[in-house]
């Protein structure tokens, strides 16, 4: 990247007022010195202080008994930012946070889940509650389908070892694409205020039921014989990686949100009203209409893509003979921001026959001179601003595990091997069977393509 001199200036007066203290987690005579150290520099007495835990999760509880213990501004603000994984399971995440609300205060824990930080994951709320036009259709009886998506088309890279552990559920379902999904359900608002907002993220999740494994396809990349450098090289070829894992690298599960906006499965009643009398029909045999929530995210894909994108259902009624596809709100997180939204129109001339095309905000060509901050830039900046919106809060948090911890406990007992795909490809065929079992349509008539790209 290049940096300009007004950069450059602004770097060197920001390292230079950096300084560094080594010292040991679990030590308390470090922490000493750390305060020791802190109050030190200019204003150090007066100043707030923001604790950044990027570190194993094993040493979270010494590190912040220590902080709390020796390192506290008596005039400032503290605030500590935690970084997950946030345990490993409903009970130790319990366990974590009982240990943190010993020590601080709600507001003053920063729960980062740097997707909270995403532009388009940020825009969400504004897309859907400042604008008109989604409010009557976000509901199950226009959307058939949500799906929500994270592809990497890389391994773990040397970072096996710590990926074993946890696996792709931990890394990235349970947190980031559970949070989107949250976005994507939630009611609106009482207002824009942090805990507004969380209140309503967390209302979603109670309203999800656990996992089941019926709706789950686990995979685990192999290498491709024919494929170049890393791509020759699968999930167990790791040398980090223990034999044999069972760690999955690819999942796909379907959750379902049981409210009145998504949830169609109950029995519909039908009332009918006539002169004399009020019939009730039972209807045992009306088809479920609950929205399946998709989320499907793995490693060593075919691209690298985080997306969502609600599928609305067939048009009632259709006169084009079938020649209509569904229409698709795409919200592109990376790489690429963009909002598009799949739609049929005439073919363009002497034809009257529809076809597809997109109605398309790419941000490239809309907002050419804006830079985008990275996620954590701006996550950072909310703390320093004590704006906990883009957070997790404690609760949001023990509803997240309790969906998936039954699963995760399963597999653990298990250790049923995963699918095996190839690296590079598009994960095990058994998750697009699953998806179109719930009620995805794929056309594979349409590939978006960036419209604006000059290239
Ligand atoms: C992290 C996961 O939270 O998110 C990684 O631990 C993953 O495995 C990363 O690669 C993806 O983040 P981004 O911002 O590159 O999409």
Same mark, same amino acid.
């Given at each position: 990247?290049?940096?300009?001199?007004?950069?450059?200036?602004?770097?060197?007066?920001?390292?230079?007022?950096?300084?560094?203290?080594?010292?040991?987690?679990?030590?308390?005579?470090?922490?000493?010195?750390? &305060?020791?150290?802190?109050?030190?520099?200019?204003?150090?007495?007066?100043?707030?202080?923001?604790? /950044?835990?990027?570190?194993?999760? !094993?040493?979270?509880?010494?590190?912040?008994?220590?902080?709390?213990?020796?390192?506290?501004? &008596?005039?400032?603000?503290?605030?500590?930012?935690?970084?997950?994984?946030?345990?490993?399971?409903?009970?130790?995440?319990?366990?974590?946070?009982?240990?943190?609300?010993?020590?601080?205060?709600?507001? %003053?824990?920063?729960?980062?889940?740097?997707?909270?930080?995403?532009?388009?994951?940020?825009?969400?709320?504004?897309?859907?509650?400042?604008?008109?036009?989604?409010?009557?259709?976000?509901?199950?009886?226009?959307?058939?389908?949500?799906?929500?998506?994270?592809?990497?088309?890389?391994?773990?890279?040397?970072?096996?070892?710590?990926?074993?552990?946890?696996?792709?559920?931990?890394?990235?379902?349970?947190?980031?694409?559970?949070?989107?999904?949250?976005?994507?359900?939630?009611?609106?608002?009482?207002? !824009?205020?942090?805990?507004?907002?969380?209140?309503?993220?967390?209302?979603? =999740?109670?309203?999800?039921?656990?996992?089941?494994?019926?709706?789950?396809? =686990?995979?685990?990349?192999?290498?491709? =014989?024919?494929?170049?450098?890393?791509?020759?090289?699968?999930?167990?070829?790791?040398?980090?990686?223990?034999?044999?894992?069972?760690?999955?690298?690819?999942?796909?599960?379907?959750?379902?949100?049981?409210?009145?906006?998504?949830?169609?499965?109950?029995?519909?009643?039908?009332?009918?009203?006539?002169?004399?009398?009020?019939?009730?029909?039972?209807?045992?045999?009306?088809?479920?209409?609950?929205?399946?929530? *998709?989320?499907?995210?793995?490693?060593?894909?075919?691209?690298?893509?985080?997306?969502?994108?609600?599928?609305?259902?067939?048009?009632?009624?259709?006169?084009?003979?079938?020649?209509?596809?569904?229409?698709?709100?795409?919200?592109?997180?990376?790489?690429?921001?963009?909002?598009?939204?799949?739609?049929?129109?005439?073919?363009?001339?002497? /034809?009257?026959?529809?076809?597809?095309?997109?109605?398309?905000?790419?941000?490239?060509?809309?907002?050419?001179?804006?830079?985008?901050?990275?996620?954590?830039?701006?996550? *950072?900046?909310?703390?320093?601003?004590?704006? %906990?919106?883009?957070?997790?809060?404690?609760?949001? =948090?023990?509803?997240?595990?309790?969906?998936?911890?039954?699963?995760? &406990?399963?597999?653990?007992?298990?250790?049923?091997?995963?699918?095996? /795909?190839?690296?590079?490809?598009?994960?095990?065929?058994?998750?697009?069977?699953?998806?179109?079992?719930?009620?995805?349509?794929?056309?594979?008539? /349409?590939?978006?393509?960036?419209? &604006?790209?000059?290239?």
């Amino acid at each position: 990247m290049k940096i300009t001199d007004e950069e450059s200036d602004c770097l060197d007066a920001f390292f230079s007022k950096n300084s560094y203290i080594s010292g040991r987690y679990d030590d308390s005579n470090s922490f000493n010195k750390l &305060h020791v150290h802190l109050s030190s520099l200019p204003d150090g007495g007066e100043a707030n202080r923001l604790f /950044y835990l990027a570190l194993p999760p !094993t040493v979270y509880q010494s590190v912040t008994t220590n902080i709390s213990a020796h390192c506290i501004s &008596h005039k400032g603000w503290n605030r500590v930012i935690v970084e997950k994984p946030f345990g490993r399971d409903l009970q130790s995440s319990q366990e974590l946070s009982s240990h943190l609300s010993s020590l601080f205060k709600e507001d %003053q824990i920063y729960r980062i889940d740097h997707y909270l930080g995403k532009e388009m994951v940020q825009n969400l709320m504004v897309l859907r509650f400042g604008n008109r036009i989604f409010g009557p259709i976000w509901n199950r009886n226009s959307v058939s389908c949500v799906v929500l998506t994270f592809k990497e088309p890389f391994g773990t890279q040397g970072r096996g070892g710590y990926f074993d552990d946890f696996g792709i559920i931990r890394d990235v379902m349970q947190n980031h694409l559970l949070q989107i999904l949250c976005l994507v359900a939630m009611e609106t608002p009482a207002s !824009t205020n942090s805990n507004d907002v969380r209140d309503e993220k967390v209302k979603v =999740l109670k309203c999800v039921a656990p996992v089941s494994g019926s709706d789950v396809v =686990l995979g685990q990349y192999v290498g491709d =014989l024919r494929g170049e450098g890393q791509a020759r090289f699968g999930y167990l070829d790791d040398p980090t990686v223990p034999d044999g894992s069972c760690t999955p690298t690819f999942a796909t599960a379907v959750l379902y949100v049981q409210n009145e906006r998504w949830d169609g499965e109950n029995n519909s009643l039908i009332f009918c009203f006539t002169y004399r009398e009020v019939r009730i029909f039972d209807f045992n045999t009306c088809s479920s209409i609950r929205v399946p929530f *998709i989320l499907r995210c793995g490693k060593a894909l075919n691209e690298r893509k985080a997306e969502l994108r609600l599928q609305f259902t067939d048009v009632p009624g259709d006169i084009f003979g079938g020649r209509c596809q569904r229409n698709e709100l795409v919200v592109r997180v990376q790489p690429d921001e963009a909002i598009y939204l799949k739609m049929m129109t005439k073919r363009p001339g002497v /034809y009257f026959s529809p076809e597809e095309t997109e109605l398309d905000l790419t941000y490239k060509s809309r907002y050419k001179n804006v830079k985008l901050p990275d996620a954590y830039e701006r996550l *950072i900046l909310d703390v320093f601003s004590g704006n %906990q919106m883009h957070f997790v809060r404690s609760d949001e =948090l023990r509803e997240a595990w309790r969906i998936f911890t039954p699963l995760l &406990h399963k597999m653990e007992q298990e250790k049923t091997p995963p699918i095996a /795909y190839t690296y590079g490809s598009r994960g095990p065929t058994e998750a697009d069977d699953l998806m179109r079992r719930v009620g995805f349509h794929y056309g594979g008539t /349409y590939k978006w393509v960036q419209p &604006h790209s000059t290239i």
